[in-house]
């Protein structure tokens, strides 16, 4: 069983950066997408970024194209989720999951990790 550990989240005034980290304790073939999932309060999870730990392959979401980049160190079995000019709206407990499959939709991921909180507020 893989498990996660998410990192870097905490307050920051808009227009600020953040940089997440999601680090495994083994990358497999169960592992083959990384995925960047956030829920505020009152809001469904949303997918916003995934990566193939095999290729690189990247995906984001519309909302946050240009400003998240999302990045893979498989020595350290980690990945990275760069935030730059965030937005109140992007206040959320994110999450990192591992699946099979590089989408954008919870379906397709296994394993979880427990989530750090992002506050964007001035």
């Known amino acids: 069983q893989v498990q996660l550990v998410e990192s870097g989240g905490g307050l920051v005034q808009p227009g600020g950066s953040l940089r997440l980290s999601c680090a495994a304790s083994?990358?497999?073939?169960?592992?083959?997408?990384i995925g960047w999932f956030r829920q505020a309060p009152g809001k469904e999870r949303e997918g916003i970024s995934c990566i193939s730990t095999s290729d690189g392959s990247t995906y984001y979401t519309d909302s946050v194209k240009g400003r998240f980049t999302i990045s893979r160190d498989n020595a350290k079995n980690t990945v990275y989720l760069q935030m730059n000019s965030l937005r109140p709206e992007d206040t959320a407990v994110y999450y990192c999951?591992?699946?099979?499959?590089?989408?954008?939709?919870?379906?397709?991921?296994?394993?979880w990790g427990q989530g750090t909180q992002v506050t964007v507020s001035s």
């Open positions: 999951a591992t699946g099979r499959a590089l989408v954008l939709q919870s379906w397709g991921y296994d394993y």
């Open positions: 083994t990358f497999t073939l169960e592992t083959y997408a």
